[in-house]
């Protein structure tokens, strides 16, 4: 009967483990099969200059007229023909952008609420030169709120799960691309995050006036190149992309 008894067990824990290995092995390469998946590429574009106005809530501040121009300058680019989707943030500067950029392609925006800049309703308008200083703040202290604002840590954390839900219904041709239309901030923890470095504003896009993208692969996150303004002069438009 002991005899029984240990083959039993014997027997129970040999298919145990199997089975075990098995899912395991399922777990593991389940994720690299979506990875491999030839798909589309993602432009991060920030929207371009906006009509600072202290007297309304910075998310609904509107394009100005030269930020129109920037981003029609962009949607007449050729990069812009290979774009089959649009996501943006809900800010109006945001929305803006991406309606201009639609129009030229036919395509409807999507917005999603998590594409939002780093909540800083808790102070709302600065001044430039106090805004600019409570931003390397931001940045410094990634894992604080720097006077009542939305921690970096946790806004990194937003951009990044928001973009992973736009990579999953990217379009499956790698000769096209989705754009993201969004913020300064939280495209610059983004890239932070697709380097694989700490959170530091040195990442952040150059200039003061927005209106930058970069590009990377909706399948393994690869870089494909950093910052680049949406309106290169004529010099830099051979190498679009």
Request: proline share 7%; glycine share 6%; net charge neutral.
């Amino acid at each position: 009967m002991q005899l029984l008894i240990h083959i039993f067990f014997r027997l129970f824990s040999i298919y145990y483990r199997d089975t075990l290995n098995d899912v395991v092995i399922f777990l593991d390469k389940a994720p690299r099969q979506t990875q491999d998946r030839a798909v589309a590429d993602i432009l991060f574009i920030t929207h371009p200059d906006v009509v600072v106005d202290p007297t309304i809530p910075v998310p609904n501040w509107p394009l100005s007229a030269r930020g129109r121009q920037r981003m029609a300058a962009l949607a007449g680019r050729p990069i812009a023909g290979q774009i089959q989707s649009i996501a943006c943030s809900k800010e109006r500067k945001a929305v803006e952008a991406a309606e201009i950029l639609g129009e030229r392609r036919q395509l409807t925006p999507i917005r999603f609420a998590d594409l939002g800049e780093n909540d800083r309703s808790a102070t709302g308008f600065l001044p430039s030169e106090e805004f600019e200083a409570t931003a390397d703040l931001f940045f410094a202290n990634p894992t604080n709120s720097v006077r009542g604002w939305e921690r970096a840590i946790d806004a990194q954390q937003r951009i990044v799960a928001v973009t992973n839900r736009i990579r999953t219904s990217a379009p499956a041709d790698p000769s096209t691309m989705v754009a993201v239309i969004a913020h300064g901030a939280v495209g610059a923890l983004l890239l932070c995050r697709l380097k694989n470095v700490p959170i530091d504003r040195k990442w952040d896009q150059p200039g003061g006036s927005g209106g930058h993208y970069f590009r990377f692969s909706c399948s393994d996150l690869g870089l494909k190149h950093g910052w680049r303004p949406i309106d290169p002069a004529p010099s830099d438009h051979d190498n679009d992309g």
